[in-house]
């Protein structure tokens, strides 16, 4: 038996006037999640525990079957492992995101912010803005790192954890009661925007119609983390593939294989087909027993507040990557489980997280029946089933 995560990040949404009352899931053309549907277990699951907050991290790490509450250090410091920084145990790990803050004369703390990722910059381009803030406020205490796309890393030794707030939590706000109160940090932030604002790249990029990557901005802080081998908890040997740092980290920390797909990036046209394809591979030629499959694309979507995009991403998820999954594992005869969820709701109506539970997809291959069936939220709900520890509900998917 084979077992396949789908993640579809923040696929699930409310219900929007837009589309007629549905939610982008619900109205979005899912052929192949659709007769699935009729086939499998839907439910709701409960990912974000009581009292945390709803990110990718605290969800996804539940959805593997980690208890975010025993597990959870922190973002940062599973992105570290991603891109290989050894942290020492007296080391914090920040998120460093390269943001769009509004491009005009006013104090950097009346400024608002535009984009958290600066119009979905290239790791290319992120990489030599990342280059122009070390040179500028890089020393022996903080140190920046690459990540992917406006994702990056900075490590503060012998530093805190401190409350730092998400840039996607406050898209179109103004910046001064979100700013870090470590001095240092904030002032980091407001230089950036001097070393930045009118970098050349940055021009040119103006000239293009992006959004300027002007600024730096800190969230996310951690400790070092200590996941448990997945393969020692299930028994199974797994696989992860994903764009995402945070994906790849928690794969690096639990002792799963990371799967480099080219052209998987994060955004709308990431190489959903690639990703397909190396999670086939990994199953049949490698013999791996498990495979996540992480898509961010809804999630980013959904920070945008685009909604004929969102749609399109899950169209696109389940068109070019479910559907081809499902066909060569059943045309090579293998039994296997699929599940499909989001970790959290992106809610296009907030263009933040959610804490509401989500609806889930099981679907098993040797336990054909067929009804007309449909997986959204609406059909999550109405089937009584909802797993209030989203942490156990890998163990449905691993039972057979």
Known sequence: MKYIVVLGDGMADWPLEELGGKTPLEYAKTETMDDLAGRSEIGLAKTIPDGMKPGSDTANLAVLGYN?????????????????????????????????VSDDDLPYEQKTIIDHSSSEITTEDAAVLLDAVKKELENEIYKFYVGTSYRHLLIWDKGEVCELTPPHDILGKGIGEYLPA????????KKSYDILNNHPLNVERAKKGLNKANSVWFWGAGTRPALDSFEEKTGKKGAMISAVDLLKGIAVGAGMKVVEVPGANGTLHTNYEGKAEAAVKVLLDENYDFVYIHVEAPDEMGHQGGISNKVTSIEYLDERLIRIVREKLSAAGVPYRMLIMPDHPTPIAVRTHTSDPVPYLLYDSTKERK???????????GSGILIQDGYTLIDRLLQA
Not at 182 to 189: V, Y
């Open 371 to 381: 009804k007309i069936g449909y997986y959204n939220e609406r059909e999550a709900a």
């Open 182 to 189: 470590d001095a240092a940090l904030r002032t980091m932030m």
């Open 68 to 100: 975010p509450k025993v597990y959870y250090t922190g973002r940062s410091p599973l992105e570290a492992l991603s891109i290989g920084v050894d942290m020492k145990p007296t080391d914090i790990a920040i998120r460093c995101n390269i943001v769009t």
